[in-house]
């Protein structure tokens, strides 16, 4: 069964803690990603001091995006890298950096890094983005046959992303994905952020 992984905004105001709060609440949640692009490390910093107590209160691990040392050092639960954020050594450095942290990577639509990062080391990869997103530039699309695919391959679980939300969940749910990845069908939801959790977690379920 998949379960629901949110990431949040590109930006956060100073109501965000209440926010997600609030979105944790709403339904079972296993992980909040903050993936903050263009601030300052004391910008970061501060702003996981805050939310970090928020997610791991809930029993919800908190990811922090890019930074294997802030993660480290800020007592995150895990670290999530793009293919451009890995450090030299790639995968397998990445792994010995953060220890015991969870570590998962971004193999967009590419079966040979999937593979590849598993092997070294990743706790779960990332495929995507399945549908158009406005939340970043997406450089490929990927199908969901590449979900279908590794859940029958692989243990190492996967993560889809990418425009993803309640109405058109369903088939990556039923591809066996581990885990729902959204950002705008939470933040953006007109109900707000509470009412996406449980809009999604509803849709999920109906698979």
Not at 37 to 61: E, F, H, I, N, W
Request: charged content about 20%; hydrophobic content about 50%.
């Amino acid at each position: 069964m998949s379960r629901l992984y949110v990431i949040s905004p590109p930006r956060i105001g100073e109501d965000f803690p209440d926010l997600l709060a609030a979105a944790l609440d709403a339904g079972a949640v296993a992980a909040f990603q903050l993936r903050l692009k263009d601030v300052d490390d004391d910008t970061l910093c501060r702003a996981v001091d805050r939310l970090l107590p928020v997610a791991q209160g809930r029993d919800v691990a908190f990811i922090l995006n890019d930074r294997a040392d802030l993660a480290v050092r800020l007592g995150c639960d895990g670290v999530h890298l793009g293919q451009d954020d890995l450090p030299k050594g790639g995968v397998k450095a990445a792994r010995a950096l953060v220890r015991g942290l969870s570590l998962g990577v971004t193999c967009h639509a590419s079966r040979h890094l999937a593979m590849e990062a598993a092997e070294d080391g990743a706790d779960y990869v990332a495929f995507g983005a399945f549908f158009p997103t406005g939340t970043k530039d997406a450089p490929v699309r990927a199908e969901v046959d590449i979900v279908t695919w590794w859940s029958g391959v692989m243990e190492v679980p996967c993560v889809a992303i990418g425009g993803i939300d309640a109405t058109n969940c369903g088939a990556l749910v039923s591809a066996g994905a581990d885990f729902i990845a959204v950002v705008g069908a939470v933040w953006g939801h007109q109900g707000g952020p509470a009412a996406g959790v449980a809009t999604m977690l509803a849709a999920m379920t109906e698979e």
